[in-house]
């Protein structure tokens, strides 16, 4: 059995589920609405284990979902067609690709706009202006804006590893000790 299946197969359904959101919300010239819902979306998954268990427990009825769900959109005050496609995932029992519609919606819009994330994990949080820095730099060589994810990962000792894409730089205090240690092993 192959343990990749299952996440290929839920990354399909948000895959559909995103694009026609996008496409609805971009035919409506709602994307601005959109962005917005999809952001309270992303922060409400992340703050909510009740919300995390609601989506992924079957101990939660269809009905059950779709209530929920339909209540935290009209609370959040989500665009229409996003409100209306969570309440046909409830009812097709679906909910639990909502982490992936987020992040498939998330670079939909961020390539409509012309943007491309940057994943950062840093020793240390960076200050805003290390961040501006960064983001001009990471911009110059990908040619559109670069909007930063920045992480903390103390092990890393000092430097920084940037992801843009398919492309990663290591620049940390770890790797760079990592290669010298395979360096000593090959010599002594």
């Known amino acids: 059995m192959d343990v990749s299946e299952p996440?290929?197969?839920s990354s399909g359904i948000a895959q559909r589920y995103a694009t026609a959101i996008f496409e609805i919300a971009r035919d409506n010239n709602e994307l601005s609405q959109l962005e917005t819902g999809v952001s309270d979306l992303s922060a409400?998954?992340?703050?909510?284990?009740?919300?995390r268990d609601l989506i992924s427990s079957p101990v939660y009825s269809r009905e059950a979902q779709g209530k929920a769900v339909a209540a935290l959109a009209d609370k959040m005050q989500l665009p229409v067609v996003l409100k209306n496609t969570l309440g046909l995932m409830a009812e097709k029992r679906r909910l639990f690709v909502l982490p992936q519609?987020?992040?498939?919606?998330?670079?939909?819009?961020?390539?409509?706009?012309?943007?491309?994330?940057?994943?950062?994990?840093?020793a240390k949080a960076l200050t805003k202006?290390?961040?501006?820095k960064l983001a001009k730099v990471l911009s110059a060589q990908?040619?559109?804006?670069?909007?930063?994810?920045?992480?903390v990962d103390e092990t890393?000792?000092?430097g920084l590893i940037v992801k843009v894409g398919s492309k990663m730089i290591d620049t940390s205090v770890k790797s760079k000790l990592a290669s010298l240690q395979n360096v000593m092993k090959e010599v002594g």
Do not use: C, M, P, Y
């Open 7 to 9: 996440a290929s197969i």
């Open 156 to 158: 890393l000792i000092g």
């Open 142 to 151: 990908v040619g559109k804006d670069v909007k930063l994810n920045t992480s």
């Open 44 to 51: 409400a998954l992340d703050d909510s284990a009740d919300l």
């Open 129 to 132: 202006t290390q961040e501006t």
């Open 101 to 122: 519609l987020v992040d498939q919606l998330t670079a939909l819009i961020a390539e409509h706009k012309g943007e491309v994330t940057a994943e950062v994990v840093s």
